[in-house]
């Protein structure tokens, strides 16, 4: 795909009509919900964290409701039904509601009116829902499960921005037709006068997220070695689940997905600190099973259509 080199909107048709992504008036943008603040402010190793979740959910009666029906779907499976918030988070377990809540808080600020829309959120659910999973599975050192889930289901972050505030862009962007997330870059930078990894940061910057979350979401198409050393393992982290959600759309059988792992992933070093990468290339195919229900439970939740 030719990609030309302007760094402004010009040389596209549409060009002249677009005003530069990097003038948006962040001021004007939507609000980061007081209860991602709130989740994103405590700790999970405290004795509190518990009581502290369950207070943030109950405070809003259509979270509340989402927990309960979330802890009564086909997947948690209860014996009988669960009709507290107690009990919700009781089975399904606070970092669940956590996850949750912050994925549906979110929503509500990024509600998906379009295909294009609907697509990204299913995969930054994936994204978020396989950078758990694959910190809590494979002992990712140093890198916290729930600060996996807020940079996968955060890391596009940018392109909600764009959907939402001038989706103009977007279809320029696409009328490129970029194939590589290379290439999708570029094609961002030409259009836009920003891509929507950096523009991503400056959201997260507005909203005051965590550094190291930030870090991740202006970084995730740099290569590991781009960001200091603390945050590698993060990184590595959601660009191998960001590869795994999207091989995994054009995959039925998970059985050749070992080698393809080993020829694009050069980060499952990082992720291998406990185990050879050969034994974390099979772990990956043996999770995606457990990726792809976990998150079109997610979506679900959402009200979202899974494939």
Request: negative net charge.
């Amino acid at each position: 795909m030719p990609i030309m080199n302007s760094d402004t909107s010009e040389d596209h048709p549409q060009g002249p009509s677009l005003r530069s992504a990097r003038d948006l008036a962040f001021d004007e943008l939507p609000v980061l919900p007081s209860v991602v603040v709130r989740l994103m402010s405590l700790r999970p190793e405290s004795e509190q964290f518990f009581e502290e979740v369950l207070t943030v959910a109950s405070e809003d009666p259509g979270l509340a409701l989402r927990v309960i029906r979330t802890a009564n779907s086909p997947m948690s499976a209860p014996r009988s039904p669960i009709t507290s918030l107690d009990a919700a988070v009781a089975r399904l377990g606070a970092n669940h509601i956590a996850d949750l809540v912050t994925t549906v808080a979110i929503a509500r600020v990024f509600i998906p009116r379009t295909p294009g829309e609907t697509e990204l959120w299913l995969h930054a659910i994936e994204v978020a829902t396989a950078c758990r999973i694959l910190v809590e599975h494979l002992h990712v050192d140093d890198v916290a499960p729930e600060h996996a889930y807020l940079a996968g289901l955060l890391h596009d972050i940018g392109r909600f921005i764009l959907f939402d505030q001038a989706p103009e862009f977007i279809q320029a962007v696409d009328d490129l037709a970029w194939t590589t997330p290379d290439e999708l870059l570029q094609a961002e930078q030409q259009i836009c006068g920003i891509d929507h990894a950096k523009l991503g940061g400056r959201v997260c910057a507005h909203w005051d997220v965590p550094e190291p979350i930030l870090t991740i979401v202006k970084n995730h198409h740099q290569q590991v070695a781009a960001v200091s050393r603390p945050a590698r393992a993060l990184l590595a982290t959601v660009k191998v689940a960001d590869w795994l959600s999207i091989w995994h759309r054009g995959h039925d059988d998970a059985a050749d997905m070992t080698d393809a792992a080993r020829h694009d992933l050069t980060e499952l070093e990082l992720l291998s600190t406990h185990r050879s990468v050969d034994a974390v290339t099979i772990e990956l195919a043996n999770l995606l099973p457990t990726v792809r229900a976990a998150s079109n439970q997610a979506a679900r939740n959402l009200g979202l259509r899974t494939r």
